[in-house]
């Protein structure tokens, strides 16, 4: 069993990961396919027998009323009374959905965490000796080490895959509520799994919230992307790493992955550099060196990644390392759409391709509390500033509402959170309201 720890403060708001939904989602309306499926439920009762009482009236309740909806959605009912029968909520699930980290790691000891010597070296080895690689390399044109490093996040090389459940666990979000159209969808995918042969529910066993096998993939996408690479008939993405490298493969492909083009490259910013321009526009990197920015290594740009248009960011702020993102780094984002995310898996892929280790160390950064980040958000609205909310995530629109507050008092604009930046606008705040 895993769980997914990301920076808070670096996950965007509203952001949908196929693989994990950030827990602070929620679903404000049926997704499309869980819509069509209550509409389409006919008034009659269904002819399935009602599920061992578990003793938990809510999940009980949420019990009856779904299986019409599955079927509506063409489970058979011998499946749904098979595999609902005695279903039970799962604790475990229940307490997990609903914890939140207290302090938000900062990003520079997330990708310490991410970037290991031990992982370097195991990716390097896996690079070498997973059979069929450079047939899923040259079929989706996504570098064997890029694949190492979503691999090495998702299930630490297939080591760590989770060993719920699915059914029991999806069952126990859905009848917990606060993201049932979603959990209800990777249910019903998880019986359209089961019904069509393809593996029993014995096999279909993953984390908390869904997420199955070396890919960690979420049944709806198992159903959308997995696919048989080593020709046995079967999307064996828990026991094949063949099957499971090309549907991550696939994934990326999917999401837009450019064949031939990195992901991202860590830059310089000359002295007195409008940090403004930080997830800003999107301009070819020679844009960019017109304003003095430029690869940190000195090296030149590879004639494919010149091409690229490429946005500038400072995820631990104007003193940290800096990128400028490709669009591959948004590609990866379709997996997990956190910035910290992919910056580990594609630094982690660097690395197993034998590039350096950063040439800007990562600063040493104090963990902002909950309350530190709601105090900020509460003060940059106080004076003026849009930061889209005060929940404690520091997403897109509060680094936006920082950077324009920072540009204002003639601050670096680099809409990063710091200690230091709390303290200063909760001065500012309580100064104005005194
Ligand atoms: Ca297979």
């Not at 995918?189 to 908390?208: H, M, P």
Request: some cysteine; overall charge neutral.
């Amino acid at each position: 069993m895993r769980r997914r720890v990301l920076p808070a403060f670096l996950a965007l708001a509203g952001c949908a990961s196929p693989v994990v939904p950030p827990p602070t989602l929620v679903l404000p309306v049926a997704t499309a396919a869980v819509a069509a499926v209550e509409a389409a439920t006919p008034a009659a009762a269904p002819s399935v027998a009602p599920p061992t009482a578990s003793g938990d009236m809510i999940f009980d309740a949420w019990a009856s009323e779904f299986q019409g909806r599955a079927l509506a959605a063409g489970i058979k009912p011998e499946i749904l009374s098979r595999e609902m029968a005695g279903l039970t909520p799962d604790p475990r699930v229940a307490g997990l959905d609903s914890r939140q980290p207290e302090f938000s790691k900062p990003v520079g000891d997330y990708i310490k965490g991410v970037v290991t010597a031990d992982r370097i070296a195991i990716g390097q080895r896996r690079a070498a000796d997973t059979p069929m690689i450079g047939d899923i390399e040259n079929r989706f044109g996504v570098p064997r080490q890029v694949l190492m490093g979503v691999w090495a996040m998702e299930s630490g090389f297939g080591s760590i895959q989770g060993d719920l459940d699915n059914v029991r666990s999806l069952a126990t979000l859905a009848a917990q509520g606060r993201r049932r159209a979603w959990a209800e969808g990777e249910l019903i995918a998880t019986f359209q799994i089961i019904q069509s042969g393809e593996f029993s529910r014995a096999r279909l066993r993953g984390s908390w919230a869904g997420a199955m096998g070396q890919t960690q993939f979420i049944p709806t996408t198992f159903l959308s992307t997995a696919v048989d690479e080593d020709g046995d008939g079967k999307r064996d993405i828990w026991g094949s790493s063949t099957d499971a490298l090309a549907s991550a493969a696939n994934l990326l492909a999917k999401a837009g992955w450019v064949r031939g083009q990195g992901w991202a490259r860590e830059v310089t910013a000359p002295p007195g550099f409008d940090f403004s321009l930080t997830e800003g526009p999107k301009e070819v990197p020679a844009w960019w060196a017109a304003k003095g920015v430029r690869p940190a290594d000195g090296k030149p740009w590879s004639a494919n990644d010149a091409a690229a248009e490429t946005q500038l960011i400072a995820p631990a702020g104007a003193n940290g390392p800096l990128f400028l993102l490709l669009p591959n780094h948004f590609a990866i984002r379709k997996y997990n759409n956190s910035i910290a995310y992919a910056l580990g898996v594609g630094l982690l892929a660097d690395r197993v391709a034998g590039g350096s280790a950063l040439v800007k160390p990562w600063p040493q950064e104090t963990p902002l509390s909950l309350v530190d980040r709601m105090t900020a958000q509460r003060a940059l609205a106080a004076l003026g500033f849009s930061p889209g909310g005060s929940d404690g995530v520091v997403g897109m629109a509060t680094r936006k509402a920082l950077r324009d507050w920072q540009k204002a008092r003639g601050l670096t604009a680099d809409g990063y959170l710091s200690a230091d930046m709390v303290r200063r606008l909760k001065a500012e705040a309580d100064g104005a309201g005194a």
